[in-house]
């Protein structure tokens, strides 16, 4: 069973757009996700310009990836050293630490993500 | 959909996890010591060493590796994983399981051994290289290398005794007319004469020492020695024109040799004749990897040697070892080679140092190394930033720190140093000089000529001044800045409107990230957003001085610059330079990381950091493991090594 932040399983971070490194809806991980898109997080118009800037341009869809082009209020799973990097540069997006995979700890500061959790526990 | 990395290139994890898989499925590895110890290895190639020196190994080395700590300079809670595995093997603990390890190629002890006709029985490769099969790793000495890393240098080796050897035949040139300077003419008289004893020449210089007029006055002397060889109707030698080559590591080091080149053809034309500024105007300089025609695999499309006479590669500290090795390869042993650089500048972000080797290793006095060392290009009203640039090669920690206390108050000289523990508490102070450069450059008369949709006149402002960060990541990091300045610059855009959320911003400067047959564009090349309201469109220069006016949305391979990495600054330069020292306790903190950054200010650096990041990167030089200056002092003749 895939554990969350919060120590429970890793609950479904979007299925519309179907997010995950296996498209399943959940931000696992595996072998092959070498990027480790571990961070379930709710896009901001802010973090996708500033992803553009970065040369990650994360807005148009990319169909031969099966990447439909995010617009702000989508949830998705990105890459754990992409979220802390736009979190070090101030511009990082809320999280879900319910859908957010525990691997995430290897590359974010875990004070960082809970600092930007729409589900912080009390 | 991958993005800009650090200056630490590939993802050294899937390469450890890589390598230790072959190690165990296909040899059968289990001893966790050669296991941590090929993990390691990888490791310090991600780092650009070309192997991982046993007799080094320690704890602190080890820390230097990490990669994520390399890359995002985060030191403490998210890295303390790193190398969990307890204490390290000691070296006799390491060198015994290596040497009973099935995936462990030993070479043999006396590598004279090899030479001559030893190694013409079977596993030899054309090169004369021994083939050391399918094994993944090799151990020589106290060194272990992976297979690629070790054959690529041998390769180097190799091929450079190879050509100290051969003696190609003698190539005549003419007077040195371009340049009366001493250190210049003496320079063009040993690479001319050490192409023929040493089968390489390599003039070592930093900025404004004058190693392009070098390279301009050795060129037009060798054209013309060889037009007069025609006018004479002799054969031999000369019997077809001389065939020259320039190149680059990247396209933008190209692209300015091309640039300069071409700006000295007037004198040329005066001193060496028409004919003579002609055929030189017909140079242009390409990318190393575009001359030897190496294909998106890594490998040269063609086997063929390159026909070529001469040729030169400029910006040489960028030669990463694997490229330096193919290049070598490719050429004949009559082709002369001359490489050019700075050796004291960051080497490539890929393995090795090559041209520090070779110039640690050759001999200058009369031999193939010409050394340049006065600057010619002082533009600045004193000379405290060329002291500090020399401080800090030398260094002299202790002259730096003089040089920058004295000038912590100061604010009209060329050099300023803003003392802090936490620069972003002096933002004001670290962006004032990039908004406003003093001399009618940076970024607000960069928005202004961008709101007019004036690309030329934007990019003209653009390089009045820049922000150099040692990281890309990270809370010192570039990307952190570009945030900073952005959100700053949105108010100063005024009527037209600009917002937060926008990508980009009327005058922000961008990079290319990749080379574009379709527009010309290469990695690195420099350009600014143009345009009023919702449209942006960006304005780039091309290397032959047109201009490249294209849709944001066309150009999807670019990023924000207003700050960048000094990696990624190499071969740039502007008039003022910020710099944001890294902390101390930074592996990118190092002596040739700084100098780099300063000398890329032509009038002014202004440095931000505290005195203990002064020290540490001073006193720091970059050590890159590797055997090639070794193993080059054994390999050529003493009349071409010092050692």
Redesign the interface.
Known sequence: MAHNLLGTELATCSTAPMTGFYRDGCCSTG?DD??VHVVCAQVT??FL??????????S?P?PE?G?PGLVPGDRWCLCA??W??AY????APPVVLAATHARAL????RDALFAMALDAPE | MSATGGPIVGDARAGERHVVELLARRFGVDDPVVLRLARLTVRAAAAGHSCLDLALLDAELVASLDARRLARDVVGARDDRADDDGPLPGLEVALTALRECAAVHVVAALPEEADGDGDADGGVDGDGIRIVGPRPLVLDGTRLSTQREHAAEQRLIRALARRAAAAPEPMPAGPTRLTDDPDQVAAVAALADAGVRAGIGVLAGGPGTGKTTTIAALLAARLEADLAAHADGGAGPGARPLRIALAAPTGKAAARLTESLRAALPRIAQVHGETVARQLGLLEATTVHRLLGIGRGGTRRDDASLPHDLVVIDEASMLALPLAATLLGALDDRTQLVLVGDPDQLESVETGSVLRALVDTLTADGGPLARLTRNHRLDTTDAAADELARAVRDGDVDGALRLARDAAGGDGGSLRFIATDDPLRHAAAVVAPLLDDGEGGGLLAAIAAAQEGDGAAALTALAGARLLCAHRHGPHGASMWVERLRAQLVAHVGAGGASPGDVWLPGEPVMALANDERTGLVNGDTGVVVGRGGARRLVFERRDGTLLERPAEALPDVVSAYAVTVHKSQGSEYGTVVVVLPPATSPLATRELLYTAITRARRRVVLVGDEAALRAAVGRPSVRMGGLAEGLARALPASSASG
């Open positions: 072998g070498t990027g118009a802010e310009a500033f992803s553009v800037r970065e040369g990650n341009d994360l148009s990319r990836y990447f050293s992409r802390q990097d070090d540069a101030g511009v290897d590359w974010c500061d």
